[in-house]
């Protein structure tokens, strides 16, 4: 069974910083294709950022100098790094194995607030 478990988020000013985590089981992690993605109300969910069996991140513009994706094989375990937060980065982030619409975690809120 895939389990992937979200933590980390809370609610930070404008500027701050937060580092999430998504704790996986039940699928070779190592040779995964993961990804982060948030959802905020009235919204789609979208990826925001991805990262290869290699380590190779790709970022949406949206995220893109702020954000830091990484991975840990031995952990089963992949980070997302967010520095600079904006209140448009409010959102609910879940984190997946790209392109499998399935095995959703419950997602961990970030609130970005003054």
């Known amino acids: 069974q895939v389990q992937l478990v979200e933590s980390g988020g809370g609610l930070v000013q404008p500027g701050g910083s937060l580092r999430l985590s998504c704790a996986t089981s039940g699928f070779t992690f190592s040779g995964a294709f993961m990804g982060w993605f948030r959802q905020s109300p009235g919204k789609e969910r979208n990826m925001v950022a991805r990262i290869g069996p290699l380590g190779t991140p790709f970022y949406a513009d949206s995220v893109k100098g702020r954000f830091t994706i990484s991975r840990d094989d031995a952990k089963k375990t992949m980070y997302l790094q967010m520095n600079s937060l904006k209140p448009e980065d409010t959102a609910v982030y879940y984190c997946?194995?790209?392109?499998?619409?399935?095995?959703w975690g419950q997602g961990t809120q970030v609130t970005v607030s003054s």
């Open positions: 997946n194995r790209i392109g499998f619409n399935q095995d």
